[in-house]
């Protein structure tokens, strides 16, 4: 949490889309009304994106800005908020995630109750040692040695 990485690009993209949205489109804000402040305008075609047709002043433009970003500048400290409160059940479903490659939500609630996770019902442990016990010794020739 105390280093910047590329790996939530993609989630700040989609936050600011469903902020500007909900400022643009759906009117969903105090300070600016229910009011369309954009349309959409085209399909999506040959890799180019939708448009979007503003009819506002520079100086709306500039509120829509700043109320997109107070929106995600509370729902990211909500989110860290979240996080941090949550670190020790975020580094234990990390684990469990490693040991088991999925989780359920069996262990999901043990491990929201402050609970070890039990082992997942359907898990049988994959490994890429040759099992042990009694083996069945080989002769010279591959085949299988007489008793």
Do not use: C
């Not at 790996?7 to 889309?17: L, Q, V």
């Not at 229910?34 to 085209?42: D, T």
């Not at 020790?88 to 109750?113: G, P």
């Amino acid at each position: 949490m105390n280093q910047m990485t590329t790996g939530a690009s993609n989630d700040f993209e989609r936050a600011t889309s469903i902020a500007r949205d909900m400022v643009t489109r759906y009117g969903m804000t105090d300070e600016l009304g229910p009011m369309v402040y954009a349309e959409n305008e085209g399909e999506v075609f040959l890799g180019r994106s939708v448009t979007k047709t503003t009819s506002m002043s520079e100086d709306t433009m500039r509120k829509v800005d700043g109320v997109i970003r107070r929106i995600i500048d509370e729902q990211y400290g909500i989110a860290r908020r979240h996080i941090e409160n949550n670190k020790d059940k975020m580094h234990a479903m990390a684990q469990a995630l490693l040991e088991w490659e999925t989780i359920d939500a069996d262990q999901i609630d043990d491990i929201m109750a402050g609970k070890p996770p039990r082992m997942p019902k359907d898990w049988t442990p994959s490994s890429t040692k040759p099992p042990s016990g009694p083996s069945t010794p080989v002769g010279t020739d591959g085949a299988p040695a007489a008793a």
